[in-house]
Nanobody, 122 residues
């Protein structure tokens, strides 16, 4: 499975961005998928995850109520809608996939995309 995240950019605090993650190589309809981010000088952290069916979603406390993840299995695409962005959301955002199970632990994901940079100015 190859993953490619896109949609990052520069936005002012309070603004919105929508990230996409397109999968190729095989259908990911049976894969749990997640979003993680890494800010400069900091460790990677969990942002959001979604079950293979899209029914169950999980969020880090820092983004709950502001970010929404969704997926379209027909197009093999994962989304992250980010609203009310804050400067502390600045990071490289990565998408990840794991067969069948959904997890908030980055160590349990087998497939990773290269990431897209989100910069939030104050």
């Amino acid at each position: 499975v190859q993953l490619q995240a896109s949609g990052g950019g520069l936005v002012q605090a309070g603004g919105s961005l929508r990230l996409s993650c397109t999968a190729s190589g095989r259908a990911v309809s049976n894969y749990g998928m997640g979003w993680f981010r890494q800010a400069p000088g900091k460790e990677r952290e969990f942002v959001a995850a979604i079950s293979w069916s899209g029914i169950s979603t999980y969020y880090a406390d820092s983004v709950k109520g502001r970010f929404t993840t969704s997926r379209d299995n027909r197009s093999n695409t994962l989304y992250l809608q980010m609203n009310s962005l804050k400067p502390e959301d600045t990071a490289v955002y990565h998408c990840a996939a794991r067969y069948h199970y959904t997890t908030t632990s980055g160590d349990e994901y087998a497939y990773w995309g290269q990431g897209t940079l989100v910069t939030v100015s104050s």
